[in-house]
């Protein structure tokens, strides 16, 4: 997974105008996987201190207007362990995250498996492992959870590129998950890092398939009667896959926000942006899934720093 910038909604219409969120307090070059509470005062990210080597969730609280210094959630202080991709669920009460630590019950897996942590009274909870039947011995990333329950991830398909999964809730336990059928999932092209609305009215998603705008771009397809859409892209500002020379960006991965648009006839679908961008475009989105389809369509990406 190499995606790490984001599309936040209003809540951070404070940010500066270049869209870079919060530089030197989060955005340190070494950051991603961003995620933001329904209410916008809660904020949790992925920090890796510029390697991939130890990867730890902080958080951070807005009190006043101002973000405070992010600290470790308890979680996720253990040592040799990599932690990632955390998701607020839509009621902001708990999250799901992926983690490689040891399963007591697996102890031959070694890839990452879907975590969740209630959150009440602003305590953590304990860590809850979502089960052999969601989890397997293949890497489960980027996990996004629906206001019911349901959990959408990506893990390596038949033709070893990732596709994305979906899995249910059924009596508080996780299904075996199913593959979503085409037009999202494209035959042997990758499709990463989705983000589920509260409602599955519509998912975002990057995928490589060809037709895009760059290496990877970020599409939306509605789920209707009959199904899921066809993939939506705008070509519009979409850039190839190259480092940034914007001051501040380097190889590694910075966060920036989205500012929402007016939709227009002409003008339905969202910017695409490169293949850096997925954890945070895909976690945040939305979060609140109270936006209209044309709302959906119109999230416009102000900036982007790439590996």
Same mark, same amino acid.
């Given at each position: 997974?190499?995606?790490?910038?984001?599309?936040?909604?209003?809540?951070?219409?404070?940010?500066?105008?270049?869209?870079?969120?919060?530089?030197?307090?989060?955005?340190?070059?070494?950051?991603?996987?961003?995620?933001?509470?329904?209410?916008?005062?809660?904020?949790?990210?992925?920090?890796?201190?510029?390697?991939?080597?130890?990867?730890?969730?902080?958080?951070?609280?807005?009190?006043?207007?101002?973000?405070?210094?992010?600290?470790?959630?308890?979680?996720?202080?253990? !040592?040799?362990?990599?932690?990632?991709?955390?998701?607020?669920?839509?009621?902001?009460?708990?999250?799901?995250?992926?983690?490689?630590?040891?399963?007591?019950?697996?102890?031959?897996?070694?890839?990452?498996?879907?975590?969740?942590?209630?959150?009440? !009274?602003?305590?953590?909870?304990?860590?809850?492992?979502?089960?052999?039947?969601?989890?397997? !011995?293949?890497?489960?990333?980027?996990?996004?959870?629906?206001?019911?329950?349901?959990?959408?991830?990506?893990?390596?398909?038949?033709?070893?590129?990732?596709?994305?999964?979906?899995?249910?809730?059924? !009596?508080?336990?996780?299904?075996?998950?199913?593959?979503?059928?085409?037009?999202?999932?494209?035959?042997?092209?990758?499709?990463?890092?989705?983000?589920?609305?509260?409602?599955?009215?519509?998912?975002?998603?990057?995928?490589?398939?060809?037709?895009?705008?760059?290496?990877?771009?970020?599409?939306?397809?509605?789920?209707?009667?009959?199904?899921?859409?066809?993939?939506?892209?705008?070509?519009?500002?979409?850039?190839?896959?190259?480092?940034?020379?914007?001051?501040?960006?380097?190889?590694?991965?910075?966060?920036?926000?989205?500012?929402?648009?007016?939709?227009?006839?002409?003008?339905?679908?969202?910017?695409?942006?490169?293949?850096?961008?997925?954890?945070?475009?895909?976690?945040?989105?939305?979060?609140?899934?109270?936006?209209?389809?044309?709302?959906?369509?119109?999230?416009?990406?102000?900036?982007?720093?790439?590996?």
């Amino acid at each position: 997974m190499t995606i790490s910038a984001l599309l936040l909604a209003t809540a951070l219409a404070a940010s500066p105008s270049d869209g870079l969120f919060e530089p030197g307090l989060v955005s340190d070059n070494g950051v991603f996987g961003f995620t933001l509470s329904p209410d916008g005062q809660h904020a949790l990210w992925v920090q890796s201190g510029g390697a991939r080597t130890r990867l730890v969730i902080v958080e951070s609280h807005k009190v006043d207007g101002k973000w405070q210094q992010p600290a470790p959630v308890p979680f996720s202080a253990t !040592d040799g362990w990599r932690d990632i991709d955390p998701a607020f669920a839509p009621d902001g009460k708990s999250i799901v995250f992926q983690s490689n630590r040891p399963v007591p019950d697996k102890p031959q897996r070694k890839g990452f498996d879907i975590y969740s942590v209630a959150l009440q !009274d602003g305590r953590w909870g304990p860590l809850r492992h979502l089960g052999h039947d969601i989890n397997s !011995d293949e890497s489960e990333s980027s996990a996004s959870i629906a206001a019911d329950g349901t959990i959408y991830f990506m893990k390596n398909g038949a033709e070893g590129k990732s596709d994305l999964w979906r899995s249910h809730r059924v !009596d508080g336990k996780y299904t075996a998950p199913e593959r979503l059928a085409e037009p999202v999932n494209s035959g042997p092209w990758r499709e990463s890092n989705p983000y589920i609305a509260a409602d599955q009215g519509y998912l975002l998603y990057f995928s490589d398939a060809p037709g895009g705008a760059g290496d990877v771009d970020l599409y939306i397809s509605f789920r209707g009667k009959d199904g899921w859409s066809t993939p939506k892209i705008s070509a519009r500002r979409s850039t190839p896959r190259r480092p940034s020379s914007r001051p501040g960006c380097t190889a590694a991965a910075c966060i920036w926000r989205a500012r929402p648009r007016k939709a227009s006839a002409s003008s339905r679908t969202s910017t695409p942006t490169p293949s850096t961008q997925a954890a945070i475009v895909n976690k945040v989105g939305v979060r609140s899934g109270k936006r209209t389809r044309a709302q959906a369509l119109a999230l416009e990406p102000v900036s982007v720093c790439q590996t």
